[in-house]
C-alpha cells in the first residue's frame, strides 16, 4: 500500500489468542470482525489485515484465509504485534512487534527478512507506512522521531524529530501515513498535544492541527 491507515478494533468477549496476524476478506467493503481491543485493523481491498490478539470465530464469513505467526521470539514468530504495512505492489508486509523488530513477510505469510530497531527499551512503535519507492516509515513511538528505511531494511535512509510540543516534534507518535504526493502525516499525542504533524518527503515540518479533546477538530491519541 502507498498509505495504510489505522482503525480501532471493539471488544470482544471471547478469550484472545497472541501474536497472530490474521488476514481475511472483505465482504461487501465491510469489516464483519469483532476484534478486541488494540488491535489494528488496516484495510488494503480486498482483504484486511489484522495485527495484536484475535478472538476465535465460529463464523464461516469471518473465517481467517492466512494465519501468520505464533507467539515468540524467533524468525517468524510474533511478540505482541504492534502495526503492519502492506506493499499493494507485492502484497508483502512488514510487521513491528513489542520487541523492538520488524519482519518483512511474502504475501502467502512466508518470512522474507528481519531486522531490530536501533532502540526499543523504552518502547515499541505503534505506526508503519510504506513509501511509493518501497522505503518503510516508522514513527517511533517511544524515541519521538520518524525512521525512514530501505525496504530490505539495510539502512536508515532518514530520520527525523525530536522530543517536544514545538512545531515539528514529537511527544508519543501514533502512527504515520504517506498520501499520493508523497507528504507524510504522524499522528502524537501526550498532554495537550494531540495532534497531526504534515511533513515535506524531506522531513521538513509544514504544518499541525488538532489538540485534545472530543470536539470536532480536536483528537484523542489520534492514529
Known amino acids: 500500500m502507498g498509505a495504510s491507515r489505522g482503525l480501532s478494533g471493539t471488544k470482544s468477549s471471547r478469550q ?3 501474536a497472530r496476524l490474521v488476514v481475511k476478506v472483505i465482504l461487501c467493503g465491510a469489516i464483519r470482525w469483532a476484534a478486541p481491543a488494540g488491535v489494528l485493523l488496516l484495510p488494503t481491498a480486498p482483504f484486511a489485515f489484522l495485527s495484536g490478539c484475535t478472538a476465535a470465530s465460529s463464523d464461516p464469513a469471518t473465517k ?13 514468530k510474533l ?11 507485492t502484497g508483502r508486509f512488514y510487521v513491528v512487534d513489542r520487541s523492538g523488530r520488524i519482519q518483512l513477510f511474502e504475501a502467502q505469510g512466508k518470512l522474507a527478512l528481519e531486522w531490530h530497531l536501533p532502540e526499543h527499551a523504552l518502547g515499541q512503535p505503534v505506526g508503519l507506512a510504506i513509501e511509493a519507492d518501497g522505503s518503510l516509515l516508522v514513527n517511533d513511538s517511544h524515541y519521538h522521531r520518524i525512521l525512514r528505511y530501505a525496504s530490505d531494511g539495510s539502512s536508515i535512509l532518514a530520520r527525523w524529530g525530536t522530543e517536544g510540543t514545538g512545531p515539528g516534534q514529537l511527544t508519543f507518535g501514533r502512527d504515520v501515513v504517506v498520501d499520493s504526493k508523497g507528504f507524510i502525516y504522524a499522528g502524537d499525542y501526550g498532554g495537550l498535544n494531540d ?8 522531513g521538513a515540518f509544514l504544518l499541525a492541527w488538532g489538540g485534545v479533546g472530543e470536539e470536532p477538530g480536536k483528537f484523542q491519541r489520534p492514529q
Open 195 to 202: 495532534r497531526i504533524l504534515k511533513f515535506s518527503h524531506d
Open 79 to 89: 511478540y505482541h504485534p504492534r502495526a503492519v504495512a502492506v506493499d499493494a505492489k
Open 16 to 18: 484472545p489468542t497472541c
Open 64 to 76: 481467517p484465509l492466512l494465519i501468520v505467526g505464533s507467539q515468540g521470539l524467533s524468525p517468524g
